[in-house]
């Protein structure tokens, strides 16, 4: 039983480095045609937009009125 869990286990190894391999084969072609959406350069202008002071509203005081029923 021991040569055949040695031979599992050296299968189950050779079968990662080759899924590891293909990974990195994947990565490499792929890696290529990624295309950024941001434009290497000058196309981006950030605008700091400083809000401008707002008047002062006054603020109407709640006052309690009776209601009628009519």
Known sequence: ???RTKTI???AIL??????ILII???VVTGKK??????DEGAI???FITPAPSPTVP???ATATPKTNR
């Open 34 to 39: 990624v295309v950024s959406p941001i434009p």
């Open 59 to 61: 603020t109407a005081t």
């Open 1 to 3: 039983m021991e040569e």
């Open 45 to 47: 202008k950030i605008i």
């Open 9 to 11: 286990a050296a299968i």
């Open 25 to 27: 084969i994947g990565v």
């Open 15 to 20: 079968v990662g480095i080759a899924a590891l």
